[in-house]
């Protein structure tokens, strides 16, 4: 005789279950403390290829909405030359600057952020002198900017950029960074797609303008389901946060056939909220690992990125947004919301209207 389905939870249990202590906090970044994300306009191979082209309003309703800083995901290897000194076409560097400039006009702060540079990924050896070339090139035409402009050295390293390469030529970066522009603030990326699990492997140097940085998306079977670029084991939809669901979700037969996917939504139909796999403390678990860091290496550290694609319920998004925000602020960690124009869109431009969830569980 099967088992019966575990009862409904409500979304309101998620305020009964207590958060751990708070046993390290980041020093603050000022400028840098509440963030969105511009997504899929600079970063994608050529501007608007995926549906977004950046505008004035972007900046101004970051700024009324009460946000102190953009992100700006820049896909600077798509327009630079394959041979030293990797020349950035002058066009492409014109549409930075413009978008540098609406920051400060709003008076925002932002972060020119390498995107994308998928190749670096897959043949670091490669491509390593590529890129230190155009952060030469990045620093020196930005090196009379104001201390409100940060550079991200390379986004979500990934693949075969593992730390033992990765630390090295970040510490690369950086020397070229310093040659021109011996304060500004550099934010440097973990492994494996900025994972928290992985701050403990990087090396860093001692600069107390040097801030690591992880990205928050656990769980991920929650925050990237159903989602067109994930593999096949991603593709269930139907989770809901917190878990348990109020009845069972069968995950997808590729999600059957990988182990750490099905025991994931073993836990997910069964556990109650306080262990489930899908629950608060998947998050809070997530954060112990970003404090163990902050307490080892006495840095500051930043959330780049964090999100719930619209596959998942609107109250759950909002949820979980609402908690992963709260746990990086209980920590005076900045943070900056992904917001890509298209399944984890944020603002709406043409509409001057943020998305109800993302909304609320970023403000309230």
């Given at each position: 005789m099967p088992l019966p389905p575990p009862p409904p939870v409500a979304i309101h249990q998620v305020s009964?279950?207590?958060?751990?202590?708070?046993?390290?906090?980041?020093?603050?970044?000022a400028g840098f403390m509440r963030g969105i994300n511009l997504g899929?306009?600079?970063?994608?191979?050529?501007?608007?290829?995926?549906?977004?082209?950046?505008?004035?309003?972007?900046?101004?309703?970051?700024?009324?909405?009460?946000?102190?800083?953009?992100?700006?995901?820049?896909?600077?290897?798509?327009?630079?030359k394959k041979e030293a000194p990797y020349t950035i076409e002058e066009p492409f560097f014109k549409r930075v600057d413009w978008a540098l400039d609406q920051a400060a006009a709003h008076g925002l702060s932002i972060i020119v952020d390498l995107h994308h540079y998928e190749e670096l990924m897959k043949k670091p050896a490669e491509h390593a002198d590529r890129l230190v070339g155009i952060w030469k090139q990045v620093a020196e035409h930005y090196k009379t900017r104001p201390a409100s402009v940060a550079f991200e050295l390379i986004n979500e390293p990934c693949?075969?950029?593992?730390?033992?390469?990765?630390?090295?030529?970040?510490?690369?970066?950086?020397?070229?960074?310093?040659?021109?522009?011996?304060?500004?603030l550099i934010i440097a990326d973990s492994y494996f797609w900025a994972g928290a699990d992985y701050l403990k492997e990087l090396e860093l140097p001692t600069d107390p303008n040097v801030v690591a940085s992880f990205h928050d998306y656990q769980p991920?079977?929650?925050t990237h389901q159903n989602m067109p670029f994930m593999p096949g084991e991603f593709q269930t939809r139907g989770v809901v946060f917190p878990g348990p669901p109020a009845e069972p979700v069968t995950p997808v037969e590729m999600g059957q056939k990988t182990e750490w996917v099905s025991t994931w939504f073993s836990s997910y139909n069964s556990q109650p909220i306080a262990t489930n796999s899908n629950g608060p403390n998947a998050i809070f678990d997530y954060f112990k690992l970003v404090e163990a860091?902050?307490?080892?290496?006495?840095r500051r550290v930043y959330m780049g990125e964090f999100g719930v694609t619209d596959n998942a319920d609107p109250k759950s998004r909002e949820e979980w947004l609402r908690i992963v925000r709260k746990e990086a602020e209980k920590r005076k960690i900045g943070w900056a919301v992904w917001d890509d124009g298209g399944k984890m869109r944020a603002m709406n431009v043409t509409s001057g209207t943020w998305v109800a969830p993302i909304h609320a569980g970023l403000f309230e």
């Open positions: 009964k279950i207590e958060p751990p202590s708070v046993e390290a906090t980041s020093e603050p970044i899929n306009a600079l970063d994608a191979p050529q501007e608007g290829a995926w549906g977004v082209t950046l505008e004035e309003k972007h900046f101004a309703m970051a700024k009324a909405a009460g946000l102190d800083h953009i992100r700006l995901p820049v896909r600077f290897s798509a327009h630079a693949n075969e950029l593992k730390s033992v390469l990765l630390n090295p030529l970040q510490q690369r970066a950086i020397a070229a960074i310093r040659a021109t522009n011996p304060t500004r991920i079977l929650f860091y902050i307490k080892s290496s006495k």
